[in-house]
C-alpha cells in the first residue's frame, strides 16, 4: 500500500503526500496526530470529489482578480468596488489563501474574517454593508457557499433629529458677511 501521508520538520507534522482522483495532493495537515491528519486528508479528498479543491487553495489575490474581471470598469459603481477593495479589503488580507482567511478557530469562535469585520464595525452601516457584498464575493471565488457571519454595525449612521429655527437660521445669516454665501445658505436651508 503506498503511504498517503508523510511526516515532516522537527515537530514531525503530517503532510498529505498521494493521489486521488488524477490531484496530487501535497498540503499540510496541521498536525502530529496521524488520527487527526487522516481526517484532515479525507476532508482533502472530499474537496477533490466536489471539485473545490483548487479553489480553495487559490490565494486571496487569485480570486480578487478573478471577481474584477467579471466587473464593467465603465459603470461608476464597479470602479467604486475596486476602489474598495484595493484601498480597504486587500492589504487586510494579503497573499494568504481563501482556507487560512476563513478558518475559524473552534475555541474562541474567531477567523480573519470577524477579525476583518470588527475592525470595520465603527464605520458607517452603508460603508460596512459595500465592504462586506465586496468581501462575501471574492471569497466565494475560492469557496463558492460561504456567507459571511452577522455584523452588528455599531454605528448606524447618520441621522438627523433636530432642524434648525427660523430665528437660529436668522441669526447664522447674519453673522456672514459675504453676500454670495449667504445665497448659498438660503438655497441650502
Same mark, same amino acid.
Request: glycine share 4%.
Given at each position: 500500500?503506498?503511504?498517503?501521508?508523510?511526516?515532516?520538520?522537527?515537530?514531525?507534522?503530517?503532510?498529505?503526500?498521494?493521489?486521488?482522483?488524477?490531484?496530487?495532493?501535497?498540503?499540510?495537515?496541521?498536525?502530529? #496526530?496521524?488520527?487527526?491528519?487522516?481526517?484532515?486528508?479525507?476532508?482533502?479528498?472530499?474537496?477533490?470529489?466536489?471539485?473545490?479543491?483548487?479553489?480553495?487553495?487559490?490565494?486571496?489575490?487569485?480570486?480578487?482578480?478573478?471577481?474584477? @474581471? #467579471?466587473? /464593467?470598469?465603465?459603470?461608476?459603481?464597479? +470602479?467604486?468596488?475596486?476602489?474598495?477593495? $484595493?484601498?480597504?479589503?486587500?492589504?487586510?488580507?494579503? /497573499?494568504?489563501?481563501?482556507?487560512?482567511?476563513?478558518?475559524? #478557530?473552534?475555541?474562541?469562535?474567531? @477567523?480573519?474574517?470577524? /477579525?476583518?469585520?470588527?475592525? +470595520?464595525?465603527?464605520?458607517?452601516?452603508?460603508?460596512?454593508?459595500?465592504?462586506?457584498?465586496?468581501?462575501?464575493?471574492?471569497?466565494?471565488?475560492?469557496?463558492?457557499?460561504?456567507?459571511?457571519?452577522? @455584523?452588528?454595525?455599531?454605528?448606524?449612521?447618520?441621522?438627523? /433629529? $433636530?432642524?434648525?429655527?427660523?430665528?437660529?437660521?436668522?441669526? +447664522?445669516?447674519?453673522?456672514?458677511? #459675504?453676500?454670495?454665501?449667504?445665497?448659498?445658505?438660503?438655497?441650502?436651508?
Amino acid at each position: 500500500m503506498p503511504k498517503l501521508m508523510v511526516q515532516r520538520g522537527k515537530n514531525n507534522i503530517w503532510y498529505a503526500h498521494c493521489r486521488f482522483m488524477g490531484v496530487f495532493l501535497h498540503d499540510c495537515l496541521g498536525t502530529s #496526530d496521524k488520527r487527526w491528519a487522516e481526517r484532515e486528508l479525507a476532508t482533502l479528498k472530499s474537496l477533490v470529489e466536489r471539485g473545490a479543491y483548487r479553489a480553495w487553495k487559490k490565494t486571496f489575490k487569485e480570486c480578487i482578480v478573478d471577481w474584477l @474581471s #467579471d466587473l /464593467d470598469m465603465k459603470r461608476p459603481n464597479h +470602479i467604486c468596488h475596486e476602489i474598495n477593495i $484595493r484601498l480597504h479589503i486587500a492589504p487586510f488580507f494579503g /497573499d494568504l489563501k481563501i482556507r487560512e482567511i476563513i478558518a475559524c #478557530d473552534e475555541e474562541t469562535g474567531k @477567523s480573519m474574517v470577524t /477579525d476583518y469585520l470588527n475592525s +470595520i464595525d465603527h464605520r458607517p452601516k452603508e460603508t460596512v454593508h459595500k465592504l462586506r457584498h465586496n468581501l462575501v464575493n471574492i471569497l466565494r471565488k475560492g469557496k463558492k457557499d460561504y456567507n459571511l457571519p452577522e @455584523s452588528k454595525f455599531s454605528n448606524k449612521g447618520f441621522y438627523q /433629529d $433636530r432642524f434648525l429655527a427660523q430665528e437660529e437660521f436668522h441669526e +447664522i445669516l447674519e453673522l456672514m458677511e #459675504d453676500d454670495e454665501y449667504r445665497q448659498v445658505a438660503i438655497m441650502m436651508a
